[in-house]
């Protein structure tokens, strides 16, 4: 008497380790089409049933092109500042004991509770031509507020908890004693940091550079107090894009965030390949 094929299979079948793998993979296959690809995939047929030539002439045209790259560029330089300022700080939390520490640790995540337009209306406040920081730099020539320096602060404002609560869980598994034991080897400071702690928390580093800059791209409260909004000069994309669906140009605002959806997967995609590669050179991950 022979088994049947079914029967012959399931003898050779691997047992899984976690139980109920189909359903929640295709619970989970559902939630993300429903939430996040449906909505993107609808941006895109929307965008695209304009034609290519009038697609090419709203994605390419210089007001278009002028707040993108305002808003991709100084979503960069802010999470370039913050990728520094970021580790600076996770390290200092993690490593030394000091008074007003838990005050501290507990104010950077201010700008993930605080409102973004109440984060921008204290910004516009502070560094505006009569405020207590644009009043001093006024007669040194430095104009902050209403300039893409202006909206570089305010992100470096919303993106700094991402890079120091990313990097920060890392940094406090590196044993302390790699650290010593590369001084005992007769390694100074700036070598411990650049070939021990540095490559530790390099993935962690790129993800909080990653994180800072997605949202730096999106971001439009804590921005257009700042920002002046004067096309060509501080007009951020997000902002156009609301301009234009105010004009009840529909087609023309699918178009720009259709443009920055493709640029930040394609930096996205970017700074991912870049993360793996990393974990792979360094054995972590």
Partial sequence: MTLSAAQSQSWFRAPSILPG??????????WLGFIVLIPLGALLFKSAS?????????????????????????????AMVNAVMGLLLAFVLVRYQFIGKRIIDAAIDLPFAL???????????????????????????????????????AL?????????????????????????????????RFQTITKVILPTVLPALLTGFALALARGVGEYGSVIFIAGNIPYVSEIAPLLIVIRLEEFDVPAATVVAATMLMISFSILLLINLIQTISRRRFGRG
């Fill in 50 to 78: 304009l034609g290519w030539t009038e697609f090419w002439e709203i994605a390419f045209s210089s007001r278009t092109l002028g707040a993108l790259k305002l808003s991709f560029g100084t979503a960069f330089a802010a």
């Fill in 156 to 188: 470096i404002f919303i993106g700094l908890p991402f890079v120091v609560r990313t990097v920060q869980p890392v940094l406090e598994e590196v044993e302390v004693e790699l650290e010593e034991a590369a001084a005992t080897l007769g390694a100074n």
């Fill in 21 to 30: 793998f189909g359903l929640t993979m295709g619970v989970t296959i559902f």
């Fill in 115 to 153: 409102p973004t337009a109440v984060a921008g209306i204290a910004l516009a406040t502070l560094y505006g031509p009569n405020g207590w920081i644009g009043s001093l730099l006024a007669p040194l020539g430095i104009k902050v507020a209403y300039t893409p320096l202006g909206i570089t602060i």
